[in-house]
């Protein structure tokens, strides 16, 4: 596949939307988490993964890995996943391994995939083994850090018109017609290609069904002795 440097369905306007909300995102987090942890006396404000979880809420909000339950699951589960097994595995190279691991097996499981849980066990972990003392602050700051950033997600994606939880969008009655893919069509092959995809069936059979539309749209308005032929 060649490279391309425009992601399939981005616009200009879309980037610059996404990079305003990530830096909104952010600061409304870090205004958020600073605010509690100095009531407590804390030091703990952003925690680094969080980073990586705005990418997903502001870049790619319909993202199965970029929704709430994902970005607050994935990363509050992976890290006291990573604090259990930080407890019994005292060798930092192989605790960090393991947390990772178990964190996604963990995450698929709960059906709350997000690729910065991984960083979130492995900074739980480096923690646990360096500095025990920090660890109920470190906790508190990355759980409030997911929170808020949801928070400010679901605004700014209610602002600009995006639906956040994503919801797909409404499929055309698939009626009779023979030719046109079935839902359980796609799942089927889906299951075929035995990988995990990030994108929803819901998703994929409402992109087909649009795609047969404007397929219809066209040939409709192609002279008479094209059809023919």
């Keep these: 596949m060649p490279f391309r440097l425009r992601m399939a369905g981005a616009t200009i ?5 996404s990079s305003l909300g990530a830096f909104g995102g952010i600061l ?3 205004i958020v988490t600073y605010a509690v942890n100095n009531e407590i006396g804390s030091s703990y404000m952003l925690i680094a993964p969080i980073g990586a979880s705005a990418v997903l809420a502001f870049a790619v909000p319909s993202s199965p890995l970029a929704q709430p339950w994902s970005v607050l699951g994935g990363n509050c589960i992976s890290a006291l996943i990573a604090l259990l097994i930080a407890h019994f595995v005292t060798s930092t190279g192989v605790a960090s391994a393991v947390a990772v691991g178990g964190a996604i097996l963990i995450m698929t499981a709960t059906r709350s995939l997000h690729p910065p849980g991984g960083a979130c066990a492995l900074v739980m972990v480096l923690a646990y083994h360096h500095d025990q003392d920090s660890l109920a602050a470190l906790f508190l700051s990355l759980a409030l850090n997911s929170l808020a950033l949801v928070i ?11 639906t956040y939880p994503h919801q797909a969008l409404p499929v055309t009655s698939h009626g009779q017609d023979e030719q046109l893919l079935h839902p359980d069509d796609i799942r089927s092959a889906l299951a075929d290609l035995g990988e995990v995809f990030d994108v929803t069936s819901g998703d994929l059979d409402a992109i ?16 008479a002795w094209r059809n023919a032929a």
């Design 13 to 17: 306007s879309g980037r610059i939307l």
């Design 28 to 30: 409304f987090v870090a």
């Design 152 to 162: 400010a997600a679901k605004a700014f994606h209610s602002l600009t018109g995006r």
């Design 208 to 223: 087909f069904s649009r795609a047969q539309e404007h397929r219809s749209k066209r040939l409709s308005q192609l002279p």
